[in-house]
């Protein structure tokens, strides 16, 4: 059985003015460890694609996007994970994206 679970964490902020933007960001695990071949989508609230960033090799990943309601869905071999969300200005959103079989 594959779980998915999402909570706080991801890349550092350091020299991004979040007070301009609205953030979503994250890292991707697989049972603990780093998704470094993978892929997440950023969804509109209707389930709609809007972007779509590779992970970087630590798993990392970040969106800049309008406020509102969005989700995110990591794909990678095999495995999916989804996560929803609302975005604001000067409020990121940090993701832990883990799949645990």
Do not use: H, N
């Amino acid at each position: 059985m594959i779980t998915c679970g999402a909570k706080a964490g991801g890349p550092s902020l350091d020299g991004i003015d979040v007070s301009k933007s609205a953030i979503v960001q994250g890292i991707a695990l697989i049972s603990g460890e780093p998704v470094s071949r993978g892929y997440v989508r950023l969804l509109d609230a209707q389930g709609d694609f809007t972007a779509e960033v590779p992970t970087s090799s630590e798993g990392q990943f970040r969106f800049f996007a309008s406020p509102g309601q969005w989700s995110v869905r990591l794909l990678t071999a095999g495995a999916t994970c989804e996560a929803e969300f609302s975005l604001r200005i000067g409020e990121p959103v940090d993701l832990v994206l883990e799949i645990a079989s």
